[in-house]
């Protein structure tokens, strides 16, 4: 991982309710103004969740923006910052100097479904790994997508990921091709018996 980055996982057992009790009084009247425009439960949950996590990660009280396209910041500025949301789990990744992306997905056979729509044909699944690795590849780019930040970014024509046989945790290689630098990136993974989780620096 990119020196100086901070990643969390939160595992979200909490009610609605319970998460309140963590919130900082200080910050308690934003959370009231913020979850009385959430009607789900789980989304109040999942907001309530990342709040939380940054502050733990960070040791002190932050305010998450989003801009227009939902990517969030910051507001003071003072750490990049990548949220992901699956099911059961929170998942945040933050740098102060450099652009980040995290992704935290479910395992599920209904990938295999779909993958044809964001991997390539020269890109490598194993066969004996079949939906974890294609799992793999989606949550790559995703967390790639995040941190790349353009608009009319297609995963199967402009994000590549190289050839590797999936461990329990390790690094695969990537590029985008949809921006003129056409850069290349490292991405880290872990395989969890419940979900994989990838995430990227810039």
């Keep these: ?62 305010i998450i923006q ?3 396209d939902g990517s969030p910041f910051l507001e003071d500025g003072g ?3 990548s949220i992901s ?8 990744l933050l740098h102060p100097d450099v652009p980040v992306g995290i992704d935290i997905e479910m395992r599920t ?6 993958a044809n729509k964001f991997i390539a044909a020269n890109e490598f699944i194993d066969p004996e790994q079949k ?7 989606w949550s790559a780019k995703e967390s790639l997508f995040k941190l ?17 046989t999936p461990d329990v945790s390790g690094v695969m290689q990537a590029t985008e091709t949809r921006s003129a630098a056409s850069r290349s990136y490292t991405i880290h993974y872990e395989i969890h018996p419940s979900y994989v989780l990838t995430w990227t620096t810039g």
């Design 85 to 92: 949301h699956t099911r059961d789990y929170a998942a945040m």
């Design 109 to 114: 056979e209904r990938i295999s479904r779909i």
């Design 66 to 68: 989003n801009r227009e």
């Design 1 to 62: 991982m990119h020196s100086g980055a901070l990643l969390g996982i939160w595992k979200m057992t909490e009610t609605r309710n319970e998460l309140l009790t963590f919130f900082p009084a200080a910050l308690r009247g934003e959370a009231d103004r913020h979850l009385e425009k959430i009607r789900s439960e789980r989304r109040s949950i999942e907001w309530l969740s990342t709040r939380i996590m940054l502050i733990q990660l960070l040791g002190e009280e932050k």
């Design 131 to 137: 939906t974890v690795h294609q799992l793999l590849h």
């Design 148 to 164: 790349i930040g353009l608009r009319g970014i297609d995963f199967r024509e402009h994000l590549h990921i190289a050839p590797f």
């Design 79 to 81: 750490h990049f910052i």
